[in-house]
Nanobody, 121 residues
Framework: VQLQASGGGLVQAGGSLRLSCAAS????????MGWYRQAPGKQRKLVAV???????NYADSVKGRFTTSRDNAKNTVYLQMNSLKPEDTAVYYC????????????????WGQGTQVTVSS
């Protein structure tokens, strides 16, 4: 199983970016999929999480600006980021907490490679 994140880049404050994270492998389903971010010198923090039924939770700092969604058929999670601020600058990581494999097994806690988001003022 692999998670591949994409969509980061450089954007001016007030702009938008959309991140994607696709899980590949012999996957039957995925429980929660989340986005985390880590700014230089700081701990990695949860940004948003979405469960298999589409229920979502967000960090207070991004509520009303970021939206996460997923396509279960494609094992892909998205993060639409609007009204970006310089303090959103970080490496963004996607996470799958519990993956059910087609063979009837399951694995825990997979991470994507991270994608850099830089917001200039």
């Amino acid at each position: 199983v692999q998670l591949q994140a994409s969509g980061g880049g450089l954007v001016q404050a007030g702009g938008s970016l959309r991140l994607s994270c696709a899980a590949s492998g012999n996957i039957f389903s995925i429980n929660n999929m989340g986005w985390y971010r880590q700014a230089p010198g700081k701990q990695r923090k949860l940004v948003a999480v979405i469960n298999s039924g589409g229920g979502t939770n967000y960090a207070d700092s991004v509520k009303g600006r970021f939206t996460t969604s997923r396509d279960n058929a494609k094992n892909t999670v998205y993060l639409q980021m609007n009204s970006l601020k310089p303090e959103d600058t970080a490496v963004y990581y996607c996470n799958a907490d519990k993956i059910y494999l087609a063979a009837g097994q399951y694995e825990y806690d997979y991470w994507g490679q991270g994608t850099q988001v830089t917001v200039s003022s």
